[in-house]
């Protein structure tokens, strides 16, 4: 496609409930990002995937995240029984690089989810 | 550890008139660092970038220097326009994730 989507761009969730999230890169994009985005905040790393393989994880705030990119395309975010300070925007970003250490490429982003927890 | 602090928000101007965004940073080693823009209602997008020490990014007619002796990329346009009323993340790259400063909402009115 032209560019990152995300779906569904809202979700209602009332807490302890699962969700799933989900992300399409761009096409051919070998590395592929999450980040949580509060309310008057910036992103915040998540997690990376390079094509299949989920490389950095450090940014899951608990064990209650879990994301999957099985087929090296589209990736998932799923959160599990959640609570109120799950809310937020979810986006997700690709880029056509991968590789390790210092990188120059763009990162391109989705327009988001936005969750509520009630 | 790498982080982005900048200029905190909001910021309101009259259309044509000069504006400056702060933005420094801290980080081991040499990161890449980045200005994205989110408008009302979008994603975010890249509004443009630089890679090394001395290298000025702009677009739109925004521009940005990476300067490594006081650790900063502050944002600049000499003269905005309404349509450039968005939130303004600087960030930096110091690996493979970015990290994003909180943002500042600037609003220009006629």
């Known amino acids: 496609g032209a560019g990152v989507s995300q779906s569904p761009r809202y979700k209602v969730a009332k807490r302890g409930q699962d969700v799933a999230l989900r992300c399409d890169p761009i096409?051919?994009?070998?590395?592929l990002f999450w980040y949580q985005q509060a309310l008057g905040q910036g992103p915040e790393f998540l997690t990376y995937?390079?094509?299949?393989?989920?490389?950095?994880k450090s940014g899951l705030p608990s064990d209650r995240f879990f994301a999957e990119r099985p087929e090296g395309s589209v990736s998932t975010l799923k959160i599990q029984r959640t609570q109120q300070e799950d809310s937020a925007v979810y986006l997700c970003a690709s880029s056509s690089q991968g590789g390790s250490g210092r990188s120059t490429d763009t990162q391109y982003f989705g327009p988001g989810t936005r969750l509520t927890v009630l | 550890g790498n982080s982005v602090t900048q200029m905190e928000g909001p910021v309101t101007l009259s259309e044509e008139a000069f504006l400056t965004i702060n933005c420094t940073y801290t980080a081991t080693g040499y990161p890449s660092l980045f200005w994205y823009v989110q408008y009302p209602g979008e994603g975010l997008q890249l509004l443009l970038k630089?890679?090394?020490?001395?290298d000025k990014g702009s677009n739109k007619g925004f521009e940005a220097t990476y300067r490594k002796e006081t650790t900063s990329f502050h944002l600049e346009k000499g003269s905005v326009q309404v349509s450039d009323s968005a939130v303004y993340f600087c960030a930096l790259r110091p690996g493979r994730d970015m990290r994003f400063g909180a943002g500042t909402r600037l609003t220009v009115k006629p």
């Open positions: 995937f390079q094509n299949e393989a989920q490389l950095d």
């Open positions: 630089a890679t090394k020490a001395d």
């Open positions: 096409s051919g994009h070998v590395s």
